[in-house]
């Protein structure tokens, strides 16, 4: 069965510094590789996925997030944050040994000051 | 287009009460799910649904029930309620496609539930 393990818990980051959010994987075959975000009592939303193709993927609003198979690691990333960007942010993991249901991390809430 | 709806948003029980937590979709989507969100745990899954008529476990499932008459609906039923099963719940669906093995969830607004 495969699993997910968020690094960070909580990340404080200041208005217009990068961020980093940390994500690892196990899994014995090939995975889908997701990252959700949840605004504040809000459901989630799908930020950006890994499906096949290239190892890096992007959002609409600046996020990025690469595959990295060796290290099964799927960390996404911000160069510049807004105060909008806080919020609840979800790796998940899906591949075939689960009939492709999506497996979540524990979450890493993004706090941004100004 | 309302996508997917969940009601009461807020609902207070006492130990060993019941009810119902409702769960409306407008996509068309064959697949429905419902998770539990507790604090530092993520989400886990205790039901699912491919399609009317069809449900299954999920991770979690005990004290919980589903059914799915509709394609539209996925209500879930909590017969005995437990303090353990105080949390916030989340009801989602998704297309899934023969030759697609993945798709994108789409997530309501959650119901939070309190077991006192």
């Known amino acids: 069965a495969q699993s997910v393990t968020q690094l960070d818990s909580q990340v404080p980051v200041f208005e217009e510094a990068p961020v980093e959010l940390r994500c690892n994987y196990s899994?014995?075959?090939?995975?889908?590789l997701f990252w959700y975000v949840q605004y504040p009592n809000q459901g989630l939303q799908l930020l950006l996925k890994y499906l096949s193709g290239s190892t890096l993927v992007e959002s609409i609003n600046g996020f990025e997030a690469e595959f990295n198979k060796s290290q099964t690691s799927f960390h996404l990333r911000k160069p510049s944050v807004h105060i909008s960007d806080t919020a609840e942010y979800f790796c998940?993991?899906?591949?075939?040994?689960?009939?492709?249901?999506?497996?979540f991390g524990a979450g890493t809430t993004v706090t941004v000051r100004a | 287009n309302a996508g997917v709806t969940q009601t009461p948003k807020f609902r207070i029980l006492k130990i060993g009460q019941s009810m119902t937590l409702q769960c409306t979709q407008d996509?068309?989507?064959?697949?429905m799910y419902w998770y539990r969100q507790d604090p530092g745990m993520g989400l886990k899954l205790i039901y699912y649904?491919?399609?009317?008529?069809?449900?299954d476990k999920g991770e979690v499932p005990n004290g919980y029930n589903v059914s799915r008459s509709t394609t539209e609906d996925f209500p879930l039923r909590l017969e005995l309620a437990a303090p353990s099963q105080t949390s916030v719940y989340f009801c989602a669906s998704s297309q899934r496609t023969s030759g697609r093995m993945t798709d994108t969830q789409y997530f309501g607004p959650g119901t939070r539930l309190t077991v006192l």
């Open positions: 649904s491919v399609g009317a008529g069809i449900t």
């Open positions: 996509m068309n989507h064959n697949y």
């Open positions: 899994s014995s075959v090939s995975v889908y």
């Open positions: 998940a993991v899906s591949d075939q040994t689960n009939d492709y249901k999506l497996s």
